[in-house]
């Protein structure tokens, strides 16, 4: 059964689907109608792997959920050598054993085609596999490993110690693993919509320097990732908005760095710091002082490097700008 939370505005402008608010870190007016009604379980079953898996977000597994199934709880994968792939997040039947529960207490006779039961089953799944990649030290952003491990089965990453390469299943775990991020950044961060400006505030006070996406070699990608605001190492450096702290420590290129994830699902990075004043799983405010500026790190002068992400991990970035307006933030 669904349970129908009122999720505020959704629905209202289905014409453009451009408008719409990011609640509960989804945004409906983007999301095809097919999946509003699971809404509510996506947002509960990010919930319910929050405090091991905080990057588990209501839009990440909602698309995971679009592409695995087209949120249709009743379809069949083809019968394959480990089963046949069933329900709204395409369990086979020996990974729905371990992990399927009654969580909405109709029962368990659909097995994998209740719609509610999969979702937190894939959540379970999915952030077990988080873990995992945490511990492992490939290569990667762990929510990248956990869904390859998902789409392929742990084994493959394990083989490739990461995302199983393009060459891998003619491409499909790459680009599973790329269609999911990248359609949750969409329906995470409100395209065209409007985000709570409540708390946003500039990094630091400092000009801008290099711009997102110049392209150089001083920058493996090939281009910049980030935007630099020019500014003395010891500069006072701010949470650009309220958010927990997911990393803060020594890396290399980065130097000394801290990364946020905001409300939205989507994080804020603070590289080549000179010194970090708050740690791992700490709350933020908005506009709280992090840590200070400086020129740690693969960095060619003193100044602070920000980017804006749609994961923790490099590789990820967004244009900053453009997401600090929607914020309230002009620079
Ligand atoms: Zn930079």
Not at 256 to 269: A, K, L, T
Request: hydrophobic residues 35%; contains cysteine; aromatic residues 10%.
């Amino acid at each position: 059964m669904v349970i129908a939370l009122v999720l505020g505005g959704a629905g209202a402008d289905a014409s453009n689907p451009a408008v719409g608010k990011v609640v509960n870190g989804l945004n409906l007016a983007v999301m095809p109608a097919a999946g509003r009604p699971y809404a509510p379980w996506y947002i509960r079953a990010s919930k319910s792997v929050a405090g091991e898996c905080p990057q588990l977000a209501p839009a990440l597994l909602a698309a995971q959920g679009y592409q695995e199934s087209g949120f249709n709880p009743s379809i069949e994968g083809p019968p394959t050598q480990y089963g046949t792939a069933k329900g709204i997040a395409q369990f086979i039947d020996s990974t729905w054993a371990t992990w399927g529960e009654d969580e909405d207490g109709d029962g368990t006779a659909l097995g994998a085609k209740d719609p509610e039961d999969a979702i937190m089953a894939q959540a379970r799944y999915m952030c077990s596999m988080v873990k995992k990649a945490s511990r492992s030290g490939y290569k990667g952003d762990p929510v990248h490993l956990a869904l390859a491990g998902y789409n392929a089965g742990w084994g493959w990453v394990d083989y490739y110690k990461g995302v199983p390469p393009e060459r891998f299943a003619k491409g499909q775990t790459y680009h599973y693993v790329r269609i999911i991020t990248s359609t949750a950044a969409k329906w995470g961060t409100a395209l065209g919509g409007q985000l709570s400006s409540e708390g946003w505030t500039r990094p630091v006070d400092g000009q801008l320097g290099t711009p997102y996406r110049q392209s150089g070699a001083n920058w493996s990608s090939g281009y910049h990732t980030g935007i630099d605001f020019a500014v003395p190492i010891g500069t006072t450096v701010r949470a650009a908005g309220p958010g927990t702290v997911v990393k803060a420590g020594a890396g290399v290129s980065y130097g000394n760095e801290i990364v946020i994830r905001h409300d939205d699902g989507i994080y804020s990075q603070y590289a080549h710091l000179s010194s970090i004043s708050v740690s791992e799983g700490q709350k933020v405010q908005g506009g709280q002082t992090v840590g200070l500026s400086g020129n740690t790190g693969n960095s060619t002068g003193p100044h602070l490097h920000f980017e804006i992400r749609t994961s923790p991990a490099y590789g990820s970035d967004i244009s900053p700008v453009p997401y600090l307006r929607k914020r309230g933030v002009t620079l």
